[in-house]
């Protein structure tokens, strides 16, 4: 006889395994599939940010930016080990001009007509003192007003450049919160399935019959599509729904170069075109530097950071770094596409970042889920669970708020004693390993480490420290199966291994599966 369960999800992205955890936690039954590896499209190929959008001021979504800013120290709290705070400095530059039609600078241009090309700082100090203040901010640091003269701030920047504000937002291991939200939703019972694509879901009997590509049928009493840029598709082919609801695809690019300064602050740049990028350090020796705009056709997976989008970078950050930046410095670049609700936007850039729920209940619930943004990720969930409760008055009340995800059970300010500790419990660590695997990790490093007592205990090094422990840990607790799950998303250390290195990750998994 067929298990039934109350919510099978389609989708293991950040928003699908968000709401298995939410939804398990509540007491309902929960099976989630992924086609391919969990965040292995668009969940981790964001600019790794836990950020209120600063820049979405001037399209005036203030609901949205409120609530990503209330949400970044919530989830500060329940990560530690994957998510810090970081300090970003937006330069003044004097010289600069842009075109921009975003409703505030529309107003701008009428009031100050004088002032055309400008965004006056006036205007940015006020945009940042909203973004202080918006979201009840009480573990980050406020703005304040920056000398780039004779500072470390301003040593890598161009001479004209002499002032700057410094604000606070977080930097976020995106597709290691994926995989934890799916370890979570797992340890609380529910079944995550990966390399696993649904062909066909229909109606039937007050249920939904989903039909597996491997040929495993599963019967639910409601079904979610989080499928992220695969949404429409689900919902035109896989679900076969009469909706009107659509996804815009936006691709955006990045790029990682060696390390461009030597401090731990991140840059906010403004273009003359009246895009932003930014410039932050990433994994100890790299600057990480993105992103574009553009819409997108075809299959996500296939989105590469183009040689256009990578000279444009290029060109952007050369036009505030006093060095230039080259295409010939990138050592690695990636391309996400987000699935932004469709509203008829005139630009990609203009699109709304608002996520929308729709749930279709012409028989057993469908609920669709459209765009969201990493950090409004667990209030999606909350939202999408609400509307849910309807046809599940069992399930119980939120919870994930200040609930730490697996390993983060420390406060936010006790990263460098948990480093100190781990290396403390195990002498044959030097720091950055140690740090590595509390950053990854948190308190569950000492679980996986078990009773090492000298590196070789924890078996083969496959090279920048990662050792045959590690791999095991992540096949059996984080559903990783090929080597380019373990090198490219539960960590990064591919921009450390060589080609052969990654080869031999495979072919001990695929000896060890």
């Keep these: 006889m067929t298990e039934i369960t109350d919510l099978f999800i389609i989708g293991g992205g950040v928003n699908g395994c968000g709401i298995a955890r939410d939804a398990i936690g509540r ?8 086609m391919g590896d969990l965040a292995q499209a668009t969940s981790s190929k964001s600019t790794k940010l836990f950020h209120g959008g600063l820049r979405y001021l001037e399209y005036l979504e203030i609901r949205l930016v409120r609530e990503a800013l209330k949400e970044r120290e919530t989830l500060l709290r329940a990560m530690p080990h994957i998510s810090w705070p970081m300090r970003f400095v937006l330069p003044l530059d004097p010289q600069m001009t842009f075109e921009s039609d975003t409703p505030v600078s529309r107003v701008v241009g009428m009031l100050m007509p004088w002032n055309k090309g400008h965004r006056p700082n006036f205007l940015i ?32 920047l161009k001479d004209r450049l002499q002032k700057a504000y410094e604000y606070s937002d977080c930097w976020v291991e995106d597709a290691r919160l994926v995989s934890l939200n799916a370890r979570d939703a797992a340890k609380r019972g529910a079944d995550i399935l990966v390399g696993t694509a649904v062909e066909s879901a229909r109606r039937q009997d007050g249920l939904w019959v989903i039909t597996l590509a491997d040929g495993q049928v599963f019967k639910s009493r409601a079904l979610v599509n989080a ?18 609801e659509s996804v815009r ?3 955006g690019s990045h790029i990682v170069t060696p390390k461009l300064y030597d401090h731990d602050k991140a840059y906010f740049f403004q273009g003359s075109d009246g895009r932003i990028i930014f410039a932050i350090p990433y994994e100890t020796d790299f600057t990480l530097i993105g992103t574009t705009d553009s819409d997108f056709e075809g299959n996500p ?21 006093a060095s230039p930046v080259t295409p010939d410095q990138i050592v690695w670049s990636y391309s996400g596409v987000r699935p932004l609700y469709d509203d008829g936007a005139s630009s990609a850039t203009a699109a709304t970042r608002e996520y929308v729920l729709t749930l279709d209940e012409n028989g057993p619930p469908c609920l669709n889920v459209f765009g969201g943004k990493i950090t409004t990720y667990r209030k999606l969930s909350e939202h999408a669970l609400e509307k849910l409760l309807p046809h599940f008055p069992q399930a119980g009340p939120n919870w994930t708020a200040g609930v730490p995800l697996p390993g983060g059970d420390f406060a936010v300010d006790q990263v460098g004693a948990q480093i100190d500790r781990l290396r403390t419990d195990y002498p044959f660590l030097d720091r ?28 083969r090094d496959f090279g ?13 607790h984080e559903f990783a199966r090929h080597a380019e799950d373990i090198v490219w998303r539960r960590s990064k250390l591919g921009l450390r291994l060589s080609a052969d290195q990654i080869a031999a990750i495979e072919g001990w998994m695929a000896q060890t599966h």
């Design 27 to 34: 007491g309902l039954s929960v099976r989630l599939a992924e």
């Design 125 to 156: 100090r006020a945009g940042l003192f909203m973004y202080d203040n918006l979201g009840g901010r009480k573990i980050l640091p406020g703005t304040r007003s920056l000398s780039l003269q004779g500072t470390p701030e301003g040593a890598p």
């Design 227 to 244: 499928g992220g840029p695969w949404a429409g598709r689900i919902i035109q082919d896989v679900v076969h729904l009469d909706s009107r």
């Design 249 to 251: 695809l936006v691709r």
């Design 301 to 321: 997976l296939d989105a590469e950071c183009s040689p256009e989008e990578a000279a444009y970078l290029c060109r952007f950050a050369s036009e505030y770094f």
């Design 432 to 459: 950055g390993w140690a740090t590595r695997l509390i950053r990854a990790y948190g308190t569950d490093a000492r679980i996986m480490l078990g009773q090492a007592a000298t590196a070789a205990d924890l078996g």
């Design 464 to 476: 920048a420290t990662l050792t045959e422990t590690e791999i095991r840990w992540l096949m059996d």
